[in-house]
């Protein structure tokens, strides 16, 4: 198990690393034949932790306080061996939950 230190749960605004997840470039291709259309990648690794899945983490700890589900000084578990994790524990830490990752 590792657990992630987390920020002070007191913080209102989220923290400003939070803003970058999402906010990723996205990128023209012109090295291949494409006809009539043009070829644009999303460069997804340039989230905070690397993956996409930081998106998914912030969208589920962002429903789960909608909904009331997780609350300051609440705590995320997760079962991962990947990139969820990563993301979960940015996401989480960041908005002063404690984080527990376990590895199935």
């Known amino acids: 198990m590792v657990e992630v230190p987390t920020a002070p749960t007191s913080t209102k ?3 400003a690393i939070l803003s970058l ?3 990723t470039p996205l990128v023209e291709i012109t090295q291949f034949e494409t006809g009539p259309c043009q070829l644009f990648v999303k460069l997804e690794n340039q989230n905070p932790t690397g993956s996409i899945k930081d998106r998914i983490a912030l969208s589920m700890i962002e ?3 909608e ?3 997780l609350e300051p000084g609440g705590t995320v ?3 991962t061996a990947g990139n969820t994790g ?3 524990a940015l996401v989480a830490g960041a908005k002063g939950y404690r984080v ?3 590895i199935p």
Do not use: S, T
Request: proline letters at 10%; a negative charge; glycine letters at 14%.
């Open 13 to 15: 605004k989220p923290p």
């Open 77 to 79: 578990i997760e079962a």
């Open 67 to 69: 909904e009331g589900k």
């Open 86 to 88: 990563l993301g979960l």
């Open 100 to 102: 527990v990752l376990v």
């Open 21 to 23: 997840i999402g906010e």
């Open 63 to 65: 429903a789960a306080e």
